[in-house]
Nanobody, 121 residues
Framework: QVQLVESGGGLVQAGGSLRLSCAASGRTLTTFSMGWFRQAPGKEREFVACITWLGSMTDYADSVKGRFTISRDNAKNTLYLQMNSLKPEDTAVYYC??????????????WGQGTQVTVSS
């Protein structure tokens, strides 16, 4: 089993930055690819970014490409999402997940509880 806990969310003005963290416990993350997803009010949860277990490959949704950076520190069992140039449309609950390197939710068996990110205009 893997337990995931996100942190780093908050309220930020448009154009600002936040860094989300996802700390894992219960089992090492080194065998898992990791992903970030988000869910805005009234919308379905959507893919944001993912990274392979060695960090050698990453993938991003078009809406965040060039603004967000996913990274991981396997020694610390932690996943990160650096978010720059934030826009009001980035407002959502952000979830980290562990599983396969994929854009599909069903490929991630382990999920955190989420952290709220609110971007004001």
């Amino acid at each position: 089993q893997v337990q995931l806990v996100e942190s780093g969310g908050g309220l930020v003005q448009a154009g600002g930055s936040l860094r989300l963290s996802c700390a894992a416990s219960g089992r090492t993350l080194t065998t898992f690819s990791m992903g970030w997803f988000r869910q805005a009010p009234g919308k379905e949860r959507e893919f944001v970014a993912c990274i392979t277990w060695l960090g050698s490959m990453t993938d991003y949704a078009d809406s965040v490409k060039g603004r967000f950076t996913i990274s991981r520190d396997n020694a610390k069992n932690t996943l990160y999402l650096q978010m720059n140039s934030l826009k009001p449309e980035d407002t959502a609950v952000y979830y980290c997940a562990a599983g396969a390197s994929s854009r599909k939710e069903r490929d991630y068996p382990y999920w955190g509880q989420g952290t709220q990110v609110t971007v004001s205009s």
